[in-house]
């Protein structure tokens, strides 16, 4: 979406500002494993990946010397090890000083945002541009004999004649799936989850708004939290099989007790899966038409973005040249499988005894092939991209922090690790604590950020703690909160998506 916004020449305070939108530098996982004594672990999952030491990945060292690779807490002591996330995540901060320009960030990041405001503002901008947009219901699809679309039948105006359709009709597939037939394949045999209730709650504290996306474990499946201006979007995605949607309403409810009083979950059914092909003839389906994966890592409107730059490349002649779709396809089908492998491995390495559901979720789920080959490579290498089919999403540095934050090194020894060097850690480690206090100066909180637009208020203080164990690098150390507009800063590390 950043980069999104930024190529379509648009202002992101005005983005701010229309879609009541909110950053996110991280997905913050909370009890999808547990210590042994049962304490819920927390890790984050971010948007930086560490550089390389000595041409050597840094993961390889820090499973190799660091003493905190085998605590509870791993996943962050390694996101803290190399990025000031976690103290911005702690502290409830904007990842932007005050005044820095539009797009920039002390860290990467993405954002949270009404998404029917976020369709709104992007209609007009298209409608400013040139787009004809016209509203209305498709009742009938009209197809030659060769099975090509030649008009949509609306509802107001009648016949409408066709060169490409683009099928956004939701889970509806409407054109794609009903009109033309073509079948769906279902991921029922990898993911469990097939319902959500979901719900808008008031914040609890307006003044606290965390950069992050919450996802809490729950007894069969889990909570995302958002956070906008406004309110909080929240939801539980369960599977049917362990829970009824009255029993996922009452533990959403009481999750969220005082603060979701006289709200009402909405069921939400999910079909987790994808069409066989999702460009067929002169017809291409976009979004959740074409597909869905629960929405864990909140990766769909990411690819119908991916499907939309794919479909300018590939875009044909009146020919339709099959060869063009065949690559738009192949393409397509790749990135679902690889949303779909990196989301099971969240419930692959859960270790929670607590509910069938988690076991279940652990044990009983169909791997893809690859992913089963790569955990056992990984046993003695931390995943490169090469291990990878595709790497449009997720790349190797974000399974090497789920894996440590999983404990899956814990008591492992990487097959190259008596070439690495503990001094060149030892360096690295102490430049990073070194610059950390600079990476946090003037850095304010979130909920101040977004309240001013980015314009430094005067005397703004950081937020409160956030709730994650204390970041021992920061004990005793001062942040100074500067005042005025800081000179801009572009994030120092390679941006890992
Ligand atoms: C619980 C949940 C949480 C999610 N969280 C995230 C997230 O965090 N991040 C993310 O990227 N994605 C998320 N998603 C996915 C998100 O919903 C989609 O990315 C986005 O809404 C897809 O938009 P869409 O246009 O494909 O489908 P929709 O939003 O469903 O829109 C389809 C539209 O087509 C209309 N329509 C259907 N048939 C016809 C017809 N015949 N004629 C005219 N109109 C028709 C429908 O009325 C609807 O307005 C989530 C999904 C769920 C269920």
Request: net charge neutral; proline share 6%.
């Amino acid at each position: 979406m950043v980069m999104l916004l930024n190529q379509l020449g648009l202002s992101e305070s005005e983005f701010f500002e229309k879609t009541d939108a909110t950053f996110k530098v991280a997905a913050h996982f909370i009890n999808w494993n547990q210590d042994e004594n049962g304490k819920p672990i927390e890790f984050l999952n971010i948007l930086n990946a560490p550089g390389a030491l000595d041409g050597r990945q840094f993961a390889d060292y820090f499973v190799t010397f660091d003493p905190a690779r085998t605590a509870p807490d791993a996943g962050i002591a390694y996101v803290r090890a190399f990025s000031p996330v976690a103290e911005i995540v702690r502290g409830n901060l904007a990842p932007r000083r005050p005044g820095e320009p539009d797009f920039s960030g002390e860290v990467g990041y993405t954002y949270h945002f009404d998404a029917t405001k976020v369709a709104a503002y992007l209609r007009d901008i298209a409608t400013s541009r040139g787009v004809k947009h016209i509203l209305d219901d498709v009742d009938a699809v009209n197809v030659d004999e060769r099975g090509f679309v030649t008009s949509l039948g609306l509802r107001e105006r009648g016949e409408f004649g066709v060169d490409l359709v683009i099928d956004c009709t939701g889970f509806r597939g409407s054109i794609l799936q009903q009109a033309l037939g073509e079948p769906f394949e279902p991921y029922g045999e990898h993911l469990l989850n097939d319902r959500a209730a979901v719900v808008q709650i008031p914040h609890k504290d307006p003044g606290v708004i965390a950069p992050t996306t919450r996802a809490t474990g729950f007894s069969a499946g889990w909570n995302f939290n958002i956070p906008l201006t406004t309110r909080v979007g929240t939801g539980y995605i369960f599977s049917s099989k362990f829970l009824s949607d009255e029993e996922a309403a009452d533990e959403l409810l009481s999750f969220y007790g005082d603060q979701a009083k006289g709200c009402e979950p909405r069921i939400i059914p999910m079909r987790t899966g994808r069409v066989r092909n999702a460009w067929v003839k002169n017809c291409v389906a976009l979004g959740l038409s074409g597909g869905f994966i629960e929405p864990l890592e909140a990766t769909a409107i990411f690819m119908t973005d991916l499907g939309v730059r794919w479909l300018a490349n590939y875009l044909p002649t009146q020919d339709f040249e099959p060869e063009l779709a065949t690559a738009y396809n192949r393409h397509v089908r790749q990135v679902y499988e690889e949303v779909r492998d990196f989301v099971q491995l969240h419930y692959h390495l859960n270790n929670r005894a607590d509910t069938p559901y988690w076991k279940a979720a652990r044990e009983d789920m169909t791997l893809s092939d690859r992913l089963q080959e790569n955990l056992r490579v990984w046993q003695h290498v931390a995943p490169e991209d090469l291990d990878l089919g595709s790497t449009f999403l997720f790349s190797s540095p974000v399974y090497t922090l789920l894996l440590i934050a999983k404990g899956f090194y814990k008591d492992r020894r990487l097959s190259r690790a008596s070439s690495l060097s503990r001094t060149t850690y030892q360096r690295a480690r102490d430049a990073e604590r070194k610059a950390r206090p600079g990476q946090l100066e003037g850095l304010i909180s979130h909920a101040a950020f977004l309240k001013t637009g980015g314009k430094a208020p005067a005397g703004s203080v950081m937020a409160p703690h956030a709730g994650m164990a204390p970041a021992p690098e920061l004990a005793g150390t001062k942040i100074k909160l500067k005042s005025q507009p800081a000179r801009p800063r572009q994030s120092r590390k390679k941006k890992r998506r």
